[in-house]
């Protein structure tokens, strides 16, 4: 297979972050003895200077025998105090994630599917339904609320450490869900099962709807605001916010979202070729494929299926696609921070010269005037198509309906990276979340320009999560977006305004997006693609 693209490289390094060991740079001097009454029980966390930590707190049963793709049930109450001091672990995650093709033989990737044939993450396990609190000392009440949707489905990772919300006066809570195979496998025999009722195939999606109403019926017992709950997410997890937005069910749960670089309109599968999707992940993993038994699927060892990653439809959460709810105004009244990275284009694991090939001739005559060629071409292409045209346009819908909405780009590239296309994709997660303490290896060779960008990006995503509107130091008045105004603010090194950023080139992808557009995907390409990775037919 290819060695890895210098986009997958960079990826890699960021998904190498992702999984190292939560026990690293942990800081502060705990004590234990924090506790605190949840609707289940009592748990004990830990208690360090001006905050509280718990971890490893059940918010759902665990999704295992015969709950195994089903929608989340309500946690068992226990006697006793539950002990929260450690991270419960990961849901099932492919191991080595972020490689591309230097990952096991047979990994395929497309546009808007992956599918891994690789080992499950060590630690990884089904029973995975955790969340992790980290709050301001007990004198603080009503606190804002910001909830962290992992782009990994883990809250393991180190700088996913909320310390610095709650010493900044913010409850800090991050949900682990599933993800991969173990949130979208779909095979007519776990369909009928599910009759009279639909069967779901967003997982990922009904596992933080059961963290929300956890933080619903708990939060203020740790201090924070069940009115004031911000939620916010990376890449997949925001595109699932987006999805979060318009489903009925989530109505009241949240009350601002903020959405980094997670806005792809790419179509979906139907639960039909999902299903057609299963029989050959079925096959791979052992079984008779088509004629696999609902049996045989739950005893099956998760890992044996192949982990596989799309946007699926679920009729039973979403009645209609996230972009048809968008444009109908069909979305939840909350205030909205959305955006996207100069060089998101990182994330691409297949050769950007297949961008290039596929683009129309108007789409590639919208990047004339940049002296655009190759891979910087491709990537710059990418970054537009997938991410950055559709949050300015999610924003533009969203705005519309006279919700209040701040778009902008984010350019900043870290000192230590010698990257001249941008921003990679997540490459201001530990600046938002200010967690260079939680690793070491980096927190040792940031300069004062990392810090001041860190302090500002901090600073906005906690003004908005409080008042509804991101005002900070180090960045210019930020007025709201409407598609008349465009205004887009740039968060770097020296943030200014913008208006109508980048029109050309994303009125070029909007407009190819609308000819192209289709309410679902067939699986033919996907089942084409596995079959020609492996031709032993495992």
């Not at 080992?119 to 969340?131: A, N, R, V, W, Y």
């Not at 639909?198 to 990922?204: E, H, M, Y």
């Not at 972009?323 to 060089?343: I, K, M, P, S, Y």
Request: net charge neutral; proline share 7%.
């Amino acid at each position: 297979m290819r060695p890895a693209s210098p986009a997958g490289k960079a990826l890699a390094v960021l998904l190498l972050l992702l999984q190292w060991s939560s026990t690293l740079g942990t800081q502060g001097q705990a004590t234990p003895g924090a506790i605190v009454e949840t609707s289940a029980g009592r748990i004990s966390g830990e208690a360090r200077e001006r905050i509280r930590v718990f971890r490893g707190i059940p918010f759902a049963a665990p999704p295992v025998g015969k709950l195994r793709w089903q929608v989340p049930q309500p946690v068992t109450a226990w006697t006793g105090i539950h002990d929260a001091t450690k991270f419960g672990p990961p849901c099932p995650m492919p191991a080595g994630l972020g490689q591309g093709s230097k990952g096991e033989p047979g990994s395929v990737h497309g546009p808007g599917y992956d599918i891994w044939i690789a080992k499950m993450e060590p630690g990884s396990s089904e029973d995975c339904l955790t969340l992790n609190v980290w709050a301001p000392d007990a004198k603080i009440e009503k606190a804002p609320v910001m909830v962290f949707l992992s782009p990994s489905g883990s809250t393991t990772i180190p700088f996913f450490d909320g310390s610095a919300f709650a010493r900044d006066g913010v409850v800090f809570v991050s949900p682990n869900n599933r993800m991969f195979t173990q949130s979208m496998f779909a095979h007519a025999a776990l369909t009928a099962a599910a009759m009279p009722a639909k069967p779901a195939g967003r997982l990922q999606e009904w596992d933080r709807i059961a963290a929300l109403e956890w933080i619903r019926d708990n939060i203020a017992a740790f201090g924070g605001d069940p009115r004031n709950v911000t939620l916010f997410g990376e890449s997949n997890s925001a595109a699932s916010i987006l999805a979060l937005m318009t489903a009925p069910r989530t109505q009241g749960l949240f009350h601002k979202a903020i959405i980094q670089s997670g806005t792809s309109r790419g179509p979906w599968f139907s639960r039909d070729a999902t299903e057609r999707i299963g029989v050959e992940l079925a096959r791979m993993a052992g079984l008779d494929g088509e004629k696999a038994t609902i049996e045989q699927l739950l005893a099956l060892p998760i890992d044996r299926l192949p982990f596989f990653a799309a946007l699926t439809a679920d009729e039973r959460l979403l009645p209609q696609s996230v972009q048809q709810a968008f444009e109908r105004g069909q979305t939840h009244d909350v205030a909205l921070l959305v955006g996207g990275n100069t060089w998101d284009g990182s994330s691409l694991r297949y050769p950007p010269a297949r961008i290039i090939e596929r683009s129309s001739a108007e789409v590639l005559k919208a990047y004339e005037n940049e002296g655009l060629s190759g891979d910087a071409l491709g990537y710059a292409i990418y970054t537009d198509e997938h991410v950055n045209a559709p949050a300015r346009w999610y924003a533009a819908a969203h705005a519309a309906k006279g919700s209040p909405v701040y778009h902008y780009i984010y350019s900043y590239v870290s000192s230590f990276r010698k990257q001249p296309l941008g921003a990679a994709h997540g490459e201001e997660l530990p600046f938002v979340f200010d967690s260079w303490d939680q690793i070491p290896a980096l927190s040792n060779v940031i300069n004062d320009d990392d810090r001041r960008v860190t302090k500002m990006m901090h600073a906005c995503w906690i003004a908005f999560a409080r008042t509804g509107k991101p005002y900070c130091d180090g960045v210019p008045e930020w007025p709201t977006y409407t598609e008349t105004t465009g205004w887009t603010m740039e968060l770097g090194k020296n943030s200014k305004l913008h208006q109508h950023y980048r029109k050309m080139q994303y009125a070029a992808h909007d407009r190819e997006h609308a000819r192209a557009r289709a309410a679902e995907r067939d699986a033919r390409e996907v089942l084409d693609a596995l079959r020609e990775a492996t031709p032993e037919g495992r």
